[in-house]
């Protein structure tokens, strides 16, 4: 945090319409927004390093009718899940709603949620890239 000098970043998130997975929407989109403004505080020379050292992303995972799903707006198994690019987690929250879940489904959404994260990461890194190319144009 000592790179950030003697700036503060905030983010605040609102989700305004989603059928479900609004706080792992709001993770994932804040680390962009992040991302984004550290690389804009860089080139304005505002900060001389930029402080991130990982990317985040997070998905919420449930289960339903036994098989591990993304983003569902109601799971009999529901849980979100935030985990870094280096694979560590930053949260796990889940809890059943509709009747409890055994050891091997928990594995079966936690390999799912890593499914999924790495393409969010993926796609964090393209936008990002993106963004990094027409800030240096």
């Given at each position: ?67 591990a799903l993304l983003d569902l ?65």
């Amino acid at each position: 945090m000592s790179k950030l000098g003697e700036n503060t970043v905030w983010l605040d998130c609102n989700v305004l319409q989603a059928d479900g997975g609004t706080r792992t929407t709001a993770i994932t989109g804040a680390y962009v927004a992040l991302a984004d403004a550290l690389i804009w505080a860089r080139k304005q020379r505002l900060i001389e390093q930029n402080p991130l050292t990982q990317a985040l992303a997070a998905v919420s995972v449930g289960i339903v009718h036994g098989k591990a799903l993304l983003d569902l707006d109601y799971a009999e198994v529901d849980m979100n899940v935030a985990m870094t690019s280096a694979g560590a987690f930053v949260e796990l929250q889940g809890s059943a709603e509709g009747g409890t879940f055994t050891r091997p489904q928990l594995d079966k959404m936690l390999r799912a949620a890593y499914k999924g994260i790495r393409q969010l990461l993926s796609r964090q890194q393209t936008a990002l890239a993106k963004t990094l190319r027409r800030k240096t144009k």
